[in-house]
C-alpha cells in the first residue's frame, strides 16, 4: 500500500507534475492530427485489451454488472472515440470565414488551439466513461492533463492510474488518486480548464476556485430530471423505457428520471405496466431482486443513508410505497421503489434522487405539470413521452433542459453527434464529439490584411473623412 502523503509533501508533488506539464504543453500543441490520433488509438487499444479488468474493478466497486459496464461505458467511450479519430483532421483544419465588404482587402480564419493545462476531474457512478472520454477529448484538442478520479471507486480509480501510467508520461497525462483534499490541492493550481462532473453543489466549488485563475470550466452537473406521460402514450413501451432509465446503474445516473408526471387518465395502467416491468427485469424467475445478477448497488453506505432517508421522510409526510421498498444496509441494497401521493414539501421532491427511488405525480391539465416543472432549477434532461405531436412541441416551447428526448431514455448520452450537457444549475458547457473539441480548444479568430489599407479613416477627422466613416457605417 502507497504510504499517504503529508499535504505539503502532495502540493509539492502536484505543482512538480503541473508545471513539468506546462513546460511541455507548447511542445504537445504543435503536434499534427495523426499524432493526436495515435495517441488515442493507444487508449483504444488498452481498453479493448482490459475489458474484463474494467468489468472486475466496477463490480468491486459497486458490484455494477458486466452488461452495464459494456453498455454505460465502453459503448459510449468506444463511440467517443471512432467519431474523434474519423474527425479530427477536419475539426483541426482551420475554417474560412466570409469578410464583410467593409473589411475588403483581408481574410480571416478560425484556428482550434489547445486551452493547455487541463483538470479532468470525473465522478464515481460512471468512473471510467466519465474519465477517460474527455480525456480523449483532451488529447485530440492536443492539451496536457491531470486526471482526479473518484475516491469512492477506488478499484476503477487504481485501474485508471495503471492505465495511463502505461500508456503516457506523466508530463503528457497524469492521474492523482485521493478524497477530496487531493481536489482542494489541484484547484489551488493555476489550469487553463477544468472539466468537472458531479453534483451541482461541487460544481460551485470547482467554478468559485476557477475564478481565482480565471480559468474556463465545463460543468457536468445534474438536477432533477422530469418525465412526462400523457395520455396518448403507448402505455408498454413508456413503461419499459422508463423502468430501465431509472433502474439502470441502481439509479445512479445523471441523467436518469427523477420523477414522474402522469396523466391522471393513464395513470392505473400504467403504473401496473411499470412494476410488471420491474418484475420482468429483476424478478423473472420469481427470486427477490436483492438475487439479480442484473441489479447494481449503492455506492457506499454513506449514500445508502441518504436515500433511505429521503424515502422515510417521504413516508412520514404521507407518501404510500406502491412498489418495492426493501433496503439491506449490509449490501447498500435498494430496491426499485415507487412513491405515490408525494407533495413538494417531501425532500425526496426537493433533492436530486440518485438512486432507484421513483415519486410519481399525476396531472389533468399539462399546464399545471409544466408549473411544476419551471418552479424548479433547469433540469438536465427532460423526458417526454407521447404520440401527440402538438403536444410535443407544446412542452417543448414552454421548458428549458440541458438535452431532451422523447420517447426513450439516456439515449442522448450515446450520439456523439449531439452536444450533451446542461443549463445553468444543471451544468454549463457541452460535450459529445465536435463540442468536446471545442469545450478543450481556444477558439482563435486569425485576419490577414492582403493588399488595400483603412488609411482614408483616419484622423484628423475633417469633413471629408467623416462622410467616408458615414458611408461605410450606414453602406457598407
Not at 361 to 390: C, G, V
Not at 436 to 461: A, H, L, W
Given at each position: 500500500?502507497?504510504?499517504l502523503?503529508?499535504e505539503?509533501?502532495?502540493?509539492?508533488?502536484?505543482?512538480?507534475?503541473?508545471?513539468?506539464?506546462?513546460?511541455?504543453a507548447?511542445?504537445?500543441?504543435?503536434t499534427?492530427?495523426?499524432?493526436?490520433?495515435?495517441?488515442?488509438?493507444?487508449?483504444?487499444?488498452?481498453?479493448?485489451?482490459?475489458?474484463?479488468?474494467?468489468q472486475?474493478?466496477?463490480y468491486?466497486?459497486?458490484?455494477?454488472?458486466?452488461?452495464?459496464?459494456?453498455?454505460?461505458?465502453?459503448?459510449?467511450?468506444?463511440a467517443?472515440?471512432?467519431?474523434?479519430i474519423?474527425?479530427?483532421?477536419?475539426?483541426?483544419?482551420?475554417?474560412?470565414?466570409?469578410?464583410p465588404?467593409?473589411?475588403?482587402?483581408?481574410?480571416?480564419?478560425?484556428?482550434?488551439?489547445?486551452?493547455?493545462?487541463v483538470?479532468?476531474?470525473?465522478?464515481w457512478?460512471?468512473?471510467?466513461?466519465l474519465?477517460?472520454?474527455?480525456?480523449?477529448?483532451?488529447i485530440?484538442?492536443?492539451n496536457?492533463?491531470?486526471?482526479?478520479?473518484?475516491?469512492?471507486?477506488?478499484?476503477?480509480a487504481?485501474?485508471i492510474?495503471?492505465?495511463?501510467?502505461e500508456?503516457?508520461?506523466a508530463?503528457?497525462?497524469?492521474?492523482?488518486?485521493?478524497?477530496?483534499?487531493?481536489?482542494?490541492?489541484?484547484?489551488?493550481?493555476?489550469?487553463?480548464?477544468?472539466?468537472?462532473?458531479?453534483?451541482?453543489?461541487?460544481?460551485?466549488?470547482?467554478?468559485?476556485?476557477?475564478?481565482?485563475?480565471?480559468?474556463?470550466?465545463?460543468?457536468?452537473?445534474g438536477?432533477?430530471?422530469?418525465?412526462?406521460?400523457d395520455?396518448?402514450?403507448?402505455?408498454?413501451?413508456?413503461?419499459?423505457?422508463?423502468?430501465?432509465?431509472?433502474?439502470?446503474?441502481?439509479?445512479?445516473?445523471?441523467?436518469a428520471?427523477?420523477?414522474l408526471?402522469?396523466?391522471?387518465s393513464?395513470?392505473?395502467?400504467?403504473?401496473?405496466?411499470f412494476?410488471?416491468?420491474?418484475?420482468a427485469?429483476?424478478?423473472?424467475?420469481?427470486?427477490?431482486?436483492?438475487?439479480?445478477?442484473?441489479?447494481?448497488?449503492?455506492?457506499?453506505?454513506?449514500?445508502?443513508?441518504?436515500?433511505?432517508?429521503?424515502?422515510d421522510?417521504?413516508?412520514?409526510?404521507g407518501?404510500?410505497?406502491?412498489?418495492?421498498?426493501?433496503?439491506?444496509?449490509?449490501?447498500?441494497?435498494?430496491?426499485?421503489?415507487v412513491?405515490?401521493?408525494?407533495?413538494?414539501?417531501?425532500?425526496?421532491?426537493?433533492?436530486?434522487?440518485?438512486?432507484?427511488?421513483?415519486?410519481?405525480?399525476?396531472?389533468?391539465?399539462?399546464?399545471?405539470a409544466?408549473?411544476i416543472?419551471?418552479?424548479r432549477e433547469?433540469?438536465?434532461?427532460l423526458y417526454?413521452?407521447?404520440?401527440?405531436?402538438?403536444?410535443?412541441?407544446?412542452?417543448?416551447?414552454?421548458?428549458?433542459?440541458?438535452d431532451t428526448?422523447?420517447?426513450?431514455?439516456?439515449?442522448?448520452?450515446?450520439?456523439?453527434?449531439?452536444?450533451?450537457?446542461?443549463?445553468?444549475?444543471?451544468g454549463?458547457?457541452?460535450?459529445?464529439?465536435?463540442?468536446?473539441?471545442?469545450?478543450?480548444?481556444?477558439?482563435?479568430?486569425?485576419?490577414?490584411?492582403?493588399?488595400?489599407?483603412?488609411?482614408?479613416?483616419?484622423?484628423?477627422y475633417t469633413?471629408?473623412?467623416?462622410?467616408l466613416?458615414?458611408?461605410?457605417?450606414?453602406?457598407?
Amino acid at each position: 500500500m502507497t504510504p499517504l502523503l503529508s499535504e505539503t509533501d502532495l502540493r509539492d508533488d502536484l505543482r512538480e507534475t503541473f508545471d513539468s506539464q506546462r513546460r511541455y504543453a507548447p511542445q504537445l500543441a504543435l503536434t499534427t492530427a495523426d499524432q493526436r490520433i495515435e495517441r488515442i488509438r493507444r487508449i483504444q487499444s488498452w481498453v479493448n485489451a482490459h475489458e474484463g479488468d474494467i468489468q472486475r474493478a466496477m463490480y468491486d466497486d459497486f458490484r455494477k454488472p458486466s452488461a452495464e459496464v459494456m453498455l454505460g461505458e465502453l459503448m459510449a467511450l468506444n463511440a467517443e472515440i471512432k467519431h474523434t479519430i474519423k474527425h479530427l483532421k477536419v475539426w483541426m483544419t482551420p475554417q474560412q470565414l466570409p469578410t464583410p465588404l467593409s473589411l475588403i482587402g483581408t481574410k480571416s480564419r478560425l484556428l482550434h488551439e489547445p486551452k493547455g493545462n487541463v483538470l479532468i476531474i470525473s465522478p464515481w457512478n460512471y468512473p471510467f466513461v466519465l474519465a477517460i472520454r474527455p480525456l480523449v477529448s483532451a488529447i485530440a484538442a492536443g492539451n496536457v492533463a491531470i486526471l482526479k478520479p473518484s475516491e469512492m471507486t477506488p478499484h476503477t480509480a487504481s485501474l485508471i492510474k495503471r492505465m495511463i501510467t502505461e500508456l503516457f508520461p506523466a508530463n503528457e497525462v497524469a492521474v492523482f488518486e485521493g478524497d477530496a483534499e487531493v481536489s482542494k490541492a489541484l484547484l489551488d493550481l493555476p489550469f487553463n480548464h477544468i472539466f468537472f462532473t458531479g453534483s451541482p453543489g461541487v460544481g460551485r466549488v470547482v467554478m468559485t476556485a476557477a475564478a481565482k485563475h480565471l480559468a474556463s470550466v465545463t460543468l457536468e452537473l445534474g438536477g432533477k430530471s422530469p418525465a412526462i406521460v400523457d395520455e396518448s402514450v403507448d402505455i408498454k413501451q413508456a413503461a419499459g423505457q422508463l423502468a430501465w432509465g431509472k433502474c439502470l446503474n441502481n439509479g445512479q445516473t445523471c441523467i436518469a428520471p427523477d420523477y414522474l408526471l402522469v396523466h391522471q387518465s393513464v395513470k392505473q395502467p400504467f403504473m401496473q405496466a411499470f412494476r410488471d416491468t420491474i418484475v420482468a427485469m429483476y424478478s423473472p424467475d420469481g427470486k427477490p431482486v436483492e438475487a439479480s445478477d442484473s441489479y447494481a448497488r449503492i455506492v457506499n453506505n454513506r449514500h445508502f443513508n441518504r436515500l433511505r432517508e429521503l424515502v422515510d421522510d417521504a413516508v412520514s409526510k404521507g407518501a404510500t410505497i406502491t412498489h418495492g421498498g426493501k433496503m439491506n444496509a449490509e449490501t447498500n441494497f435498494v430496491e426499485p421503489t415507487v412513491l405515490e401521493d408525494v407533495t413538494d414539501d417531501m425532500l425526496v421532491m426537493q433533492e436530486e434522487i440518485f438512486g432507484p427511488v421513483l415519486p410519481v405525480l399525476t396531472y389533468a391539465n399539462l399546464d399545471d405539470a409544466l408549473r411544476i416543472i419551471n418552479q424548479r432549477e433547469k433540469p438536465l434532461a427532460l423526458y417526454i413521452h407521447s404520440r401527440n405531436r402538438k403536444t410535443t412541441q407544446y412542452i417543448l416551447d414552454r421548458t428549458s433542459a440541458g438535452d431532451t428526448v422523447i420517447n426513450d431514455t439516456l439515449l442522448q448520452f450515446g450520439n456523439v453527434e449531439l452536444p450533451f450537457g446542461g443549463v445553468n444549475n444543471s451544468g454549463l458547457g457541452k460535450s459529445n464529439g465536435f463540442f468536446s473539441f471545442q469545450e478543450f480548444s481556444n477558439q482563435r479568430g486569425v485576419m490577414q490584411r492582403d493588399f488595400g489599407t483603412m488609411k482614408f479613416i483616419y484622423p484628423p477627422y475633417t469633413d471629408k473623412v467623416k462622410k467616408l466613416i458615414n458611408f461605410v457605417v450606414k453602406y457598407l
